[in-house]
């Protein structure tokens, strides 16, 4: 695959160019999102088989049912740290993607997921002083911490592409968004408003089912599983347009800021574009006055 042209971009550029990697490269970001939520949506399908029961299911002696229920939890508690893990290689695996391809290099969903091995500790640190951050704003007031959720957005990029600590990773994309923050406030609302839409979407066919049941129980039940399955599913749809327009972003901001267009350009040309000069011979008359 031919790498991607490096230039700034406008807001509606880098949101063409977001829609343009994703469709192109649809099935690889769907397999990479898809992977943490095939984890929720096994939790979804299990926790309403355990706690609502299947039509007909007799109810258990009080003693298992608790002993059932203590068991349930422990599985559900192992069950969401793995997707708790799941989602973090998950997004470092598609902002790798995004850098292999703008490196002119294929990018595949296993591909992706290597680079990530061993730097989910690092994504977590970003995480987690994202979120401290982010708690201290909205704890000062709402304004505040929504500025601060639009100075963050590129650190997981930074730490990864660039090998860099938590912290690091954290400065460096206050250094990038500084008078950007608008244009990451942007691309916040524009997924979030695909978000909603989407899963709107696909939750409308089980409000319908669950409006003609009739308060049939099981059916209230199996109608609104299947409402959960569909929120899922558009979160899958989703998920890539996020971390794609992040990815991107980070690359704009340091086109912008750092002039990393020539950077890369001068490292395709390599280190000595020059020939070498040829020694031996007859010293040539150019640079010297000729007799």
């Avoid at 969903?109 to 979120?131: D, E, N, T």
């Avoid at 959720?149 to 090998?163: N, Q, S």
Wanted: a positive charge; aromatic letters at 12%.
């Amino acid at each position: 695959m031919a790498a991607l042209d490096l230039r700034p971009l406008s807001l509606g550029e880098l949101l063409d160019r977001t829609f343009f990697l994703y469709r192109r490269n649809f099935l690889m970001f769907i397999g990479i999102a898809a992977i943490p939520y095939l984890f929720v949506l096994a939790i979804i399908f299990f926790s309403g088989l355990f706690f609502y029961g299947l039509p007909g299911h007799t109810a258990l002696p009080s003693s298992a049912q608790i002993a059932g229920m203590i068991v349930a939890g422990v599985l559900l508690f192992a069950a969401a740290i793995a997707v708790f893990v799941a989602f973090l290689y998950s997004a470092g695996a598609s902002v790798m993607a995004v850098s292999e391809i703008y490196a002119g290099r294929t990018a595949t969903i296993r591909g992706s997921f290597r680079l990530v091995r061993g730097k989910a500790g690092a994504i977590l640190g970003v995480m987690v002083l994202s979120g401290l951050i982010l708690m201290g704003g909205f704890l000062a007031l709402v304004i505040p911490g929504l500025y601060l959720l639009c100075r963050i957005p590129v650190a997981t990029a930074a730490t990864l592409i660039e090998d860099i600590s938590p912290a690091e990773a954290i400065r460096r994309s206050f250094d990038l968004t500084r008078d950007f923050a608008g244009r990451a406030a942007l691309i916040y609302l524009l997924a979030a408003a695909l978000t909603y839409g989407v899963g709107l979407l696909f939750q409308i066919p089980s409000f319908i089912l669950m409006a003609m049941s009739g308060g049939q129980s099981h059916l209230m039940v199996l109608w609104t599983i299947l409402g959960q399955v569909g929120n899922v599913l558009g979160g899958v749809l989703i998920a890539p347009v996020h971390t794609i327009a992040f990815a991107l972003f980070y690359y704009d901001l340091r086109v912008r800021k750092e002039a990393f267009d020539l950077q890369m350009m001068m490292q395709a040309i390599g280190p000595d574009p020059m020939p070498p000069p040829i020694t031996g011979g007859v010293p040539s008359a150019f640079g010297r006055d000729a007799s």
